[in-house]
């Protein structure tokens, strides 16, 4: 796919880039759609969280029994009514539920894209700073299950197991939003909004490895690389490092 890069929209600044955001999510839809048509576990390396949008429109177009993991630093539950920035990065969640911008939240073949019972928000650091009082009120209103940052640090692998006992065994594919600013500033540098207070590398690749090895797993959106937060390549080449050893201890278990 073709890049699209951010710029400020001073026109909608509650709203910005609405438009073009709607056109990449169609785009990832159409793209991910013809992967599973070939059988295939797509893997998505997006740019902001918005792509999993269009990963989860594209997985709804063949299997409605649909899981997600949200793996991420943040819970995105702005939505434009309440947002600062007007960024939609910072709204997926909220897109994800069904709340926001008619244009997103109706761009799969149902709305909301997710049931609340089908998702599992793991990670999201309450002591980054950068989670909004107006999140923190919605976070308590949802019923997604949930693994703060401060549950699953020391204890990741495990704290990973059982968040995805909390999903339903019955679904078809349980996809993984993947956003790197879950790990800690000082051990992986390379994203957009680099994090304090984050889980180590460690901690991450654990909990990953235990979700992308799940039988059910259909696919897996990464998010939010900054190449030139990239240290000369040197983080770039520990992910894809890492990647390749979960993938390979991975693959012998999903279903056929």
Known sequence: ???????????????????QVREV??????????AIESNAKPIVLGGDCTVTLGVLAGFLNHERKLGLVYFD?????????????????????????????EELIQIGPRCPLMDEKDVVMFGYNLDSGWIDPIELQSLSQITTTKFPSAIVRGNAKIAAEKAI??????????????????????DFAAVDVPHRNGLSYSETMAA??????????????????????????????????????????AHKKWKP
Request: net charge negative; hydrophobic share 40%; charged share 20%.
């Open 73 to 101: 630093g943040d819970v995105d539950l702005n939505t434009p009514e309440t947002t600062l920035s007007g960024i939609y990065d910072g709204m997926v969640m909220a897109h994800i539920l069904g709340k926001g911008s």
């Open 1 to 19: 796919m073709p890049m699209t890069t951010y710029n400020p929209d001073y026109k909608d600044p509650r709203r910005q880039n609405l438009a």
């Open 208 to 249: 990953l490895n235990v979700f992308i090895s799940t039988p059910s797993f259909g696919g897996l959106v990464i998010t939010e690389f900054n190449v030139n937060r990239n240290q000369g390549g040197e983080c770039a080449a520990r992910l894809v490092e890492s990647m390749g050893r979960i993938f390979e201890d």
């Open 25 to 34: 999510t169609i785009r990832v839809a159409k793209e991910v759609s013809r």
């Open 165 to 186: 006992e909390h999903l339903d065994p019955t679904l078809n594919s349980v996809v993984v939003h993947f956003d790197l600013d879950v790990i800690d500033l000082a």
